[in-house]
Antibody, heavy 120, light 110 residues
Framework: EVQVVESGGGLVKPGGSLRLSCATS????????MNWVRQAPGKGLEWVSA????????FYADSVKGRFTISRDDAKSSLYLQMNSLRAEDTAVYYC?????????????WGQGTLVTVSS | QSVLTQPPSVSAAPGQKVTISCSGS????????VSWYQQLPGTAPKLLIY???KRPSGIPDRFSGSKSGTSATLVITGLQTGDEADYYC???????????FGGGTYLTVL
């Protein structure tokens, strides 16, 4: 059974840093692209970042470029998101999601999310 | 404001059919595959449709998708009260090298 579990969320002051983790199991993690998607309270989904299998490519939304860094540890089947220079508008539930093996980039398995609150 | 445009809300009676549109442009929907997601209140999104019109295992055939040019459509037939949720379209944008979602559509089953 595929499992995706995020952790590391919490309350942080503006300008602070936080590192999110996503532990996975039930599939060959190293073979899959992975994504981070966030959802501000009461708002829609916002794509944040993606990383290819083998870490050849990393992609970021303009809103987080230069502040967030996506990474992976295939030995631990884990995905990470290092978030620096956090702003109030980064407050959201952050989801980790697997990219399905398909022609497009559908996200077929999602975690339950971890809440990040940026406030003084 | 999302690059992919969806109606904020739609509604229909139980047993009826509803369509949800997703409008984009050439770099995104026009040249990439579209996915659709259902998000029930308080839960993570769930993949409903991928590669424009394919259903993952376990998704009933009441849900169908299509794409034409720079627009995509999700159709739900035989509406049930349990279908009340937010629905999002998603795709990749080749010029931005970024993923994107529509603003979401809330379905009310009256």
């Amino acid at each position: 059974e595929v499992q995706v579990v995020e952790s590391g969320g919490g309350l942080v002051k503006p300008g602070g840093s936080l590192r999110l983790s996503c532990a996975t199991s039930g599939f060959t993690f190293s073979s899959y692209f992975m994504n981070w998607v966030r959802q501000a309270p009461g708002k829609g989904l916002e794509w944040v970042s993606a990383i290819s299998s083998r870490d050849n490519y990393r992609f970021y939304a303009d809103s987080v470029k230069g502040r967030f860094t996506i990474s992976r540890d295939d030995a631990k089947s884990s995905l990470y998101l290092q978030m620096n220079s956090l702003r109030a508008e980064d407050t959201a539930v952050y989801y980790c999601a697997r990219v399905m093996a398909a022609a497009g980039t559908p996200l077929d398995y999602w975690g339950q999310g971890t809440l990040v609150t940026v406030s003084s | 404001q999302s690059v992919l445009t969806q109606p904020p809300s739609v509604s229909a009676a139980p047993g009826q059919k509803v369509t949800i549109s997703c409008s984009g442009s050439s770099p995104n929907i026009g040249n990439n595959y579209v996915s659709w997601y259902q998000q029930l209140p308080g839960t993570a999104p769930k993949l409903l449709i991928y590669d424009n019109n394919k259903r993952p295992s376990g998704i009933p055939d009441r849900f169908s998708g299509s794409k034409s040019g720079t627009s995509a459509t999700l159709v739900i037939t035989g509406l049930q009260t349990g279908d009340e949720a937010d629905y999002y379209c998603g795709t990749w944008d080749t010029s931005l090298s970024a993923g994107m979602f529509g603003g979401g559509t809330y379905l009310t089953v009256l």
